[in-house]
C-alpha cells in the first residue's frame, strides 16, 4: 500500500528546468550520449520530450525523453545509448525539447565525436568479436590509413629515384 501526501508550503511555486549540457561517453565499444537537466525551480518535476541528431543539418537520430524524479534544486542525467550506424567521428549538435508543468524548453548543443574514440571501439568490437584479448599496442587502420600509407611509400620510392638520378648525373659530368 502506497500513501502519497502533498505538503503545500508558503511562497509562489516555479517551475524551471535548465537543459544544461549534452556530453558523449563511451564505455567500451559503447557511445552514450548524456543529456545533464537542472531543476532550478523550487517543485519536483517530471518531464519527457525528445532528443534529435544532427549530423550537419541532417537529421540522423531521434530518441524519446521520460525522466522522473528531478527534485529541486539537483540536477539529472538522461543517458542513452547511441546507435551503432551513427557512430562516427566529428561534429554533432543535438536538439533537446522538453516538456514539463505546461512549459516547454528547448536547448541545441555541440558536441564532438574524437577519430581516435572511434577506432578504439572499433578496436574493441574486434576483441569482442574474435573473443581474443587485443594487445594494447595493437594500431587500428582504416582504409583512409591505409591510402594516406601508401601515397606515402609512393612518394618515397619517388624521390628514391629522383635523388639516384641525380647522383648519377653529378657522377657521370664531374
Known sequence: ?????????????THNLVLKSCKPHWVGADLFLDIEISNEGNVYEKSQGLITIFNGNEEIFKQ???????????????????????????????????????????????????????????LIELADEKKQPIESSTILLTRDNLILIGIGILMMFIITILTSIVIIKKKRSA
Open 1 to 13: 500500500m502506497q500513501v502519497h501526501i502533498l505538503v503545500k508550503v508558503p511562497g509562489p511555486i
Open 64 to 122: 524519446d525523453i521520460q525522466m522522473n524524479s528531478i527534485y529541486p534544486e539537483t540536477t539529472g542525467v538522461y543517458s542513452f545509448l547511441v546507435p551503432k550506424e551513427i557512430k562516427d567521428f566529428g561534429e554533432f549538435k543535438a536538439k533537446a525539447t522538453l516538456g514539463y508543468a505546461e512549459k516547454e524548453t528547448e536547448e541545441t548543443f555541440a558536441f564532438n565525436i574524437k577519430s581516435k574514440d572511434v577506432k578504439q571501439s572499433k
